[in-house]
């Protein structure tokens, strides 16, 4: 009889250690974000204001870019669109053109099924399911908290996959938290 307080604070040992650690775990983000329709850019070309706007790429994943028309940038980095631009314009337009291209808006995600206010929101760079879910107005009584499923355009296709919260998202990306099931 004597012995049993001591086992019992033996086995518990183990068990608060592990209520005092913090689980962290990198939370991973695609490579160079690569431009698709919706997105806004920032074009700065040095030595010339009237040329420096912001240009929202069109459906066909183009910019309407003064001088030069349409320049593709569908798929490209800001680095490959400010390359192209300064090719584009350095065809009769300008010497050495300097430009520079950066992301002023993100195209947004979607949120529909058991969340606050479903619809489109802004994308931040880096989010996660769970912030999308937090921009959102957060769950619904009947949300399955666990995990949701995200819809994502890769290439020609619509791809789909049940995620965990912690999974990041993209600009685009349509997500559906599930009813819960009892």
Do not use: H
Request: with cysteine.
């Amino acid at each position: 009889m004597r012995w049993l307080p001591i086992i019992t604070i033996v086995l518990m040992l183990p068990l608060a250690s592990c209520a005092t650690v913090p689980a962290t775990y990198l939370v991973q983000t695609k490579g160079p974000y690569q431009l698709d329709t919706g997105d806004a850019l920032r074009v700065t070309v040095y030595g010339d204001a009237e040329l420096t706007e912001t240009y929202r790429v069109d459906d066909a994943g183009a910019i309407a870019f003064p001088l030069v028309g349409t320049v593709p940038v569908r798929g490209q980095t800001t680095k490959v669109a400010a390359a192209r631009l300064s090719a584009a314009l350095a065809n009769g337009y300008m010497r050495n053109p300097n430009v520079s291209v950066e992301v002023a808006e993100y195209r947004p995600f979607f949120i529909q099924g058991e969340v606050g206010n479903a619809g489109q929101f802004p994308y931040v760079y880096g989010m996660t399911v769970r912030a999308a879910i937090s921009t959102a107005g957060g769950f619904t009584d009947t949300a399955d908290r666990n995990n949701a499923v995200v819809y994502r355009r890769q290439g020609n296709e619509m791809v789909k996959g049940v995620v965990n919260l912690d999974f990041p998202i993209y600009p685009g990306d349509t997500i559906v938290v599930n009813e819960r099931w009892f």
